[in-house]
């Protein structure tokens, strides 16, 4: 048993209840019963590993409590319209005050959900255009609804507000026009026999179906492919063209009759229809998507694009980096005496208007700025934004709204920021404390800890190994509290290895690149090596690698080009294009591209951990292979929850059934058949070492890795998952429940799990988040082994652990947004902690003195 001493300053606090929560018996998910108390009006940071329970803590326990009172004193219907948490598992929570959670999640994946509408700039703005714009004359004033592409009356009807058409083409339809019918020409038909069937009907009307497509005539291609005709079809299976054409004039029975569909029909009518996000996305590739020429892909009606502000109309203004939109709007926001001027001498009527408005919007410009995110757009769609970046914008808009006596739960709000920007967030977190608010912060960044009034560490590890509150107090307490992984990176002597340096292999030279903020760009990346991308947000890093460098290198391997949004409906995703770029040199160095991302492994609680990198198939043939298992002639997949044969057939291999209720939470109440096992009883009867399937997939990665001691292939797959920092996670947890930096770090060790070929290009984007430094260091020491295999690792980060610890660092910026987009320095680590130029440099000189020492000439 843990034996975990209760700190003087906690006893003390315990004596002065006043301006402290109170925390008694929080046992939710892995906390021990646990007792905690913690000041408000205070900056209050959660720390502690990987799994530790932190977030069990602050979201699962304080929030969800503070979410329950709140409910409770709302009507019925309206809390109808909450998204309500479950009750958390706690004996009694005193003096805590109503809350609002920032937590780490991607935006709705519909473009019409932008940086406007999160922060309700675009509100105010077409308030602006609306009371305050310049319309031309004779016409009639428009409703600030008319400046809003996703309302009836302000979007452009030819594209609906999305700013693009979508069309089937002969060419998009057709890709090989020397292929004929009968060798599926028409790629845009449906697959296997429904193809087969319309392919029939052609025959019967009497089209050549084996003459190549280019060769048939225009007008035959023009009805086959765009027709609205519906004709009902007499088919006779096994003839050619002219046996169909004498059995129809002999009037023989035919073995079916059809409707034949024209190819556009079929794609359009599909895509407009269908329940399958499979086959969506499949007729989805048979779209041609152009900009729409009535609104110029500007998604507003004519009328509303007439309306200018400061020579500019909405859809331009809304363009522009907030930076620069701050600026245009300051003279407004200052009522400079020029401006205002100018403005009464020709609408005198709108000049306190534009100030009141403009003013309003400066303000709240200020605080995006100070945070900064003053490269993105009032445009931009939320699918395009990251997780950090969503989340400050939501704070933005609280530290506006001028709240008092309210506790923020955070979720690691650092996530995705270049340290420079962190500071920026510590003081808009400073600024809603002195509103006299309380932050309750769960985070890994060692400058945000530091930064706190009060420390509340769980631990001592993850999983089962966790879920004690190892110390709660200040920083300068910190240093005691031995049993902490998280202290010896506040006070102790974070060592980066040092070591010789690799050279590389060859350089992966891109020319001409082009996208987003990166214009005309030649830069070399080291093959062999491995690779940090620095940089302030919005610098260009994510556009450089995760985008170009994936485009041009699967263009080149002949693999399909990875989406950077392949959620939601596919009509509106953001059209965003690489405008330029080519690979000039050593793309036949590789072979094999691994992009290992942070979107989820499953969209089901089904998809699991265990499924997702095939460990569970060598666990089903271990109990199909037991004696009692071949006794009764169960295989692999007797042992599988998604198959009827094995699972319970009451919560069909759920685990639980949901009890609706009207106006509380939706209960998930373990399945009274299997009581949450999945399986039926018969299954559960076969054990291998006096375990079951169901208690299998209940074990931790650390306890099945002791389990299976003689199971070389399943305990070579947990060592892998244990390597990478997720030794606390359940075999069978599902894949709703994991962050975006654990499921990355699952595909990390799914590919792990593979025989190292050598000269593959690994490319990650921010590996780190979520994690630990004690887990940084373990993350690290996995890429570093790829090297080794001979493949090459480029990843963008943040993190100048890791950044110190690799080959080569890439710094891109200087700045954000248009100030972006250049290399300022390249070299190793050491040469880049000393550039002049670089905003990295500063952060990764902490590093410099353990670096390892610059032992190559230039190797270009």
Known sequence: MLEINKPPFQAAAE???HGFVRVRGAREHNLKNIDLVIPRDALVVFTGVSGSGKSSLAFGTLYAEAQRRYLESVSPYARRLFHQMAVPEVDEIDGLPPAVALQQQRGSPSTRSSVGSVTTLSN?????????????????????????????????????????????????MVPDDSKSIRERAIAAWPPAWHGGNLR??????????????????????????????????????????????????????????????????????????????????????????????????????????SVKFAGFDIADISGIPLARLADLLRPYAEATAATLTKLKTRHPEKALVVQRIAEDLSGRLTVLLDLGLGYLSLERSTPTLSPGELQRLRLATQVRSNLFGVVYVLDEPSAG??????????????????????????????????????????????????????????????????????????????????????????????????????HGLDVDFPLGGFTTVTGVSGSGKSSLVSQVLVELIAKQLGHPIPSIDDEGDELERTVVTTRGGRIAGGAQDVKRLVVVDQKAIGRTP????????????????????????????????????????????????????????????????????????????????????????????????????????????????????????????????PATELSGGEAQRIKLASELQRPQRGDTLYILDEPTTGLHPADVERLIAQLDGLVESGNTVIVVEHDMRVAAGSDWVMDIGPGAGDEGGRVVAFGRPAEVAGSSISRTAPYLSRFRARLAPNRLEALR
């Not at 305050?132 to 996703?150: I, K, M, T, V, W």
């Not at 009581?675 to 650390?702: C, S, W």
């Not at 292939?713 to 030794?727: A, I, Y």
Request: glycine share 8%; hydrophobic share 35%; aromatic share 10%.
């Open 15 to 17: 004596e002065r209840p």
């Open 124 to 172: 105010l703005l077409r308030m602006l255009y609306s009371r305050a714009g310049d319309y031309p004359r004779h016409q009639a004033h428009l409703d600030a609804e008319a400046f809003s592409p996703n309302t009836p009356a302000g979007a452009c009807p030819q594209c609906h507000g999305l700013g693009r058409v979508y069309e089937a083409t002969e060419r998009s």
């Open 200 to 305: 029939d009907m052609l025959t019967s009307l009497g089209y050549d179906v084996d003459r190549p497509w280019r060769e048939l005539p225009k007008e035959a291609r023009d009805w086959i492919l765009y027709t609205d005709e519906q004709p009902v079809v007499p088919v006779y299976i096994g003839y050619d063209r002219d046996e169909a054409r004498r059995a129809i004039r002999r009037k023989e029975e035919p073995s079916y009759r059809g409707n034949f569909s024209s190819a556009r029909r079929y794609v359009l009518n599909t895509f407009a229809t269908t329940e399958s996000a499979s086959i969506k996305k499949r007729v989805a590739r048979y779209m041609v998507s152009t900009e729409c020429p009535l609104c110029d892909g500007k998604r507003l009606r004519r009328e509303a694009l």
């Open 417 to 518: 920021l270049h340290p420079a920007d962190t500071e920026a967030l510590l003081t808009a977190l400073d600024r809603l404390k002195l509103s006299g608010n309380s932050l309750f912060v769960v985070e890994h960044d060692i400058d945000v800890i530091r930064h706190a009034d009060w420390i509340v560490d769980v631990g001592p590890g993850a999983g089962d190994l966790g879920g004690h509150v190892l110390y709660s107090g200040p920083l300068q307490g910190f240093e005691q509290a031995e049993q902490s992984q998280t202290r010896r990176y506040l006070f102790g002597d974070t060592i980066v290895s040092d070591r010789t340096p690799r050279p590389p292999k060859g350089w992966l030279r891109l020319r001409g690149v082009s996208r987003n903020n990166i």
């Open 606 to 733: 089904r998809s699991n951990l265990a499924t997702y990198t095939g460990l569970f198939d060598h666990v089903r043939k271990i109990f199909a292979a037991t004696k009692s298992a071949r006794a009764r002639h169960y295989n692999a997949g007797r042992f599988s929850f998604n198959v009827a044969k094995g699972r319970c057939e009451t919560c069909e291999g759920e685990g639980f059934v949901c009890v609706e209720l009207l106006f509380l939470p939706s209960v998930y109440a373990p399945c009274p058949s299997c009581h949450g096992a999945r399986f039926n009883p018969q299954t559960l009867e076969i054990e291998y070492r006096n375990k079951n399937i169901a208690a299998v997939l209940g074990m931790t990665v650390d306890d099945a890795f002791a389990f299976f001691t003689e199971e070389p292939k399943v305990r070579r797959s947990l060592e892998v998952l244990r390597q990478v920092g997720l030794g606390y996670l359940r075999l069978g947890q």
